[in-house]
């Protein structure tokens, strides 16, 4: 890629946007950068169907794509009659995640999970 001077390039550490060995914790009370790695407790569960949505901070995530070491996230409210919500995530591992550039348009809560079905750990 070629890079312009005095472009947005400039402003960007394109080194933070790979996936760092050990990417920076994220706190509870910690506000992500869109973009950004972070390392935080990831909590997967098993849905109706018998596949795996991400639960994060309140938050229900399904599966949209895999690519290489990653796996990509996509609200479950964002179809159209769910509210069309467009946040989006992406994982590696049990405890890498980057969140995409839109916020939810709603709370978090109300997330449709089986307690009962809960995964300890996924292998990724």
Known sequence: MQRHKGSLDE???WT???IPFRPPPLGDTVVPVPK???TAPLT???NR????NLQFRGYMYVHKKRHN???NWVCCKGNVTQGNCKARVATEGANKIRFG???HNHPPGHAHNHPE???EEWSI
């Open 44 to 46: 997967f569960v098993v």
């Open 117 to 119: 079905k809960k995964e």
């Open 101 to 103: 550039m839109h916020e």
């Open 11 to 13: 402003a960007i550490d």
């Open 36 to 38: 950004f790695w972070y």
């Open 69 to 71: 070491r990653t796996v």
């Open 16 to 18: 933070m946007t790979a």
């Open 49 to 52: 169907r018998g596949t795996r």
